[in-house]
């Protein structure tokens, strides 16, 4: 934001009321009329406010990259479900890498018990090495979503590459782009055409508005909505898998968009997964996907970090507990 | 930590029970045993459970770095006020350069009113430019001193060099070192030898190893306890001031170190510091810092960021009852 | 790396012997046998080299995730050129994106003149924006082969879906995975099977090894040969565009690997192309590709970052004096 | 830089005009004159350039926290050497911890047969861990001062404590701060009164306004002159100790600062050092600082980055020959 100074303002007087208003401004150097230049890392503060104050002249600010994200609806409709401002929290859980129709079955029903409503699972795995477990692929939707429908909830699953788009979206109720796909863009806009909700996961050096950025790509491609996900950005400091930033899903929520937290990538420790799911709920996340899995020691990816169903079901209570006394 | 197997062991199995205590495990190559690697961003697992797994011979460690961080006491006494595992989220709040004496005196008895038991104020400032307000020195320590008696609080300020530790100490319970000191080993052992509790500020490009080695260098050097402080570290996106790294506090409160969380300086952005101090509360910080004025266009730094009294009031009932939400 | 010492070692002596060779070590702590771990930073040694010193048992050390890349030739041919150990220093020029089929046949006469043997061009560009322009498509690359073969230059462009690859694969002589790609495993893999060598940028937030498991999924799955380009990392810095990494470059190139650096889109100034190109060939690279336009006012995109074909000119001469003084 | 135009420009025509002085400009949104705001990784143009364009009615700038910075001399004398625009490469020498007398007299004995000016060595080190060797202190400096003045070197070498400042006066020519202190004002602000040239080290996440501004309070309490030094920044690729940022050399060089760059402690691998020693200078760097011992394994720190003499005058060599046919 840049605000030009009209030429019988006080700038000392009107730098006082932006600060009021939670803005950090500098003072530009030049001839003419005084200006301030308004720091990215202000408090959103509407441009009409400002313009109104005394001695402003003129205000103008960087174009949205992301107006369809914008204006979208603050509430997405998955299946029967809801995500988003005033709903209730939205949990999603399952495994990593589906194993088995028999055990994705048995741990639906399972999840189901603790008031998980979104079945989460891969059937296309991106790996870094070429020789780890690439997912069970199609006969994986079919089992998921079979466990899924059995229990009332959604499905959520991933998808690599735009051939196994019709695939997937037969399938699935939220279609999952990763993070090392939220730069693809030609993903995206294929993706788009199938006109299906998407999560959208943040990528791993993406800011907040390059993310966003990608969220309207599906938009103006057909996506009828999106709902984001933190799962973590790269850091240096090897304590965690990721470096999980609440602060982002501090400013999505504050703007009404949909969106969702996965400890469980962020951290990469399940030790920690239960603590930063409570962070995640009292920041105001919608959601948290959290993965779960009865033998970590047999699932075919990531079994160090999934929380055991038991586990889960104490989590999930705790949840409820904070959502409930954070409304009291 | 190494994992060396015996000559017995089936290598798969032992692989087995190590996903399932949360270790991230690599099979190291070469001759002789088989050793596996552990990756450091897997759950803490005592080495006594991991060595008496079956086919397990041998597992080394990194020797600790910090052991006496790692021995210090779950609960530090500052004054007549207590922080730590199992005390009450301790709520420090005040402006970020003290004015003057009246400025001070009265913000403190509104804070204490909405339970504030530490306050915090500048009288030296680490400034980035040289020309910026540097603090009013020996004079702010003395008004907040008289403060902070007034209504029952203990005294939180920065020092900035060596040769103010004799005159910090007199008047604050809790000496502060900023993040920009955090690796300014000089100024840590001679600011030990007050013998007073210090408040760490983790350094912006800090690893969690790193920060807890110099809270090794405070206690080596004579310190009685360090309470360490999360504010963000550096980060790629401009849209915060910095990145809360809410992970590393988890770590920190799941070892039982003292730990404080100040979203004022973390995100930059009075918007946020209301849903940050929830979500360090959330997450299991012993206390939250927040940068309070009652006009901020006239502090004489950081402004944008600190929240209105009766902004504070509010956030800190909803940390009341986030807390007892979470208790039930 | 792992060191075991034999039950008669003197522990001093040894690790006295591996620091000689540029090793970083630290003792871990535990039962049996010392065991030295070696840090990721260390000078590369060859395992046979640490199992000979005396005292030692046991070398062990992590498997590489991409044996391919380590074993591919170190001189890649591209059409009639080649690129890499002891070869030539291989120039790229072109403009971002193409505009029109005499636009890029005039420029592609002027670089020829220069010395450039790389034709590169975007027909379809990937852009952070969805309203920012995408390439001119199969036309572009109609007129950039033109204008390549009147010139016997090699042609190098962008894929950016799995749909394109037939395509590009047709007019390409090099293939260029950009760095918003490097993760996006469908297309790596989709890509190799055109039997083409393949240009993979550096992706903005991946290591080394990552980087070098990206080529690995390429020559598993039938590329004949990849070149890496180094084009910059993210950081907290915003004086430049992205963060050119030239260890990186000397990394690679240590390992004999075939390596191009991309100064244009790492500084995105274009003062800074000269300079970090100079920079590049001194480190080692065996290439390097510059953005050049001769209205830069008139570029479809990243035209600020553009030099003129005369600034072209100045720079390769100046590095052809380096590749001279350096061998000298 | 905010450009307003005047109400007869064509918008169009003035941003390609803009854009082939190699600015990066984005169309601000807002009524009355139309502004374009200028990115910050954008090529350094003058302010009458810009100013003067057809259609440009007013330019505005931040103003410069580093004025006496950017009014430095181009050239530093230290003792009888300079460094600086126009100077023959300053080599600096010597290693990490100093030892004995002996010792360092030997080594510098050798270092000047292969043209180094500068020698370099640690009295008081700062160590991550309160249990490393701090430095032999007093004894080290004498020695060192000794060696360096048979030899006819100046001698550079760090200060941690403002404690230390007359002492390390009385021997050292060039003062070093380290990296560690960069962000220490109150160091600064002391170290500065004892008016000897200061050789700032880059602090691990300080950006190069920020480094800048730290000169700036060297310049405004006494130093005579600041020589600025990278050493590599915090990243999160484990491959390299540090990562060096030839991009930030390049940038204070093209501005007429002094810059040194230290490979040793940017990359702590010693196959690296020479290959970053030849691109610093490539890139333009004003000197290069390489950590040199003639028993590694026995250095009382950082022993696996420092080469051996015969190393060292084989790279040195090698410069010359690089500078020669760069000017050639």
Known sequence: MIITLNSTANPSEVKRALIDHGLWVEELVGQGRVQFRVESHSAQVPIEVVQALPGVELVTVRASTHPRVDQQAKVVEVGAHKIGVGQPTAYFAGPCSVESEDHVRRLAAKLRGY????????AFKPRTSPYAFQGHGEPALKWMKKAAAENGMALVTELMGSEERDLVAEFADLIQIGSRNMHNYALLKHVAGAKKPIFL????????????????????HGAPAVVFCERGIRSFDPSTRNLLDLSAVAILAGLGQPVVVDPSHAAGRRDLVGPLARAAVAVGAHGVMIETHDAPGHALSDGPQAVLPEQLEQILKGLD???AGSKA
Do not use: H, I
């Open 115 to 122: 008031g998980v409503k979104f079945l989460r699972g891969g």
């Open 201 to 220: 996961k943040r990528g791993m050096a993406a800011t907040v508005e390059e993310w966003m950025g990608a969220g309207e790509y599906l938009l103006l």
């Open 321 to 323: 507990a904070l959502s």
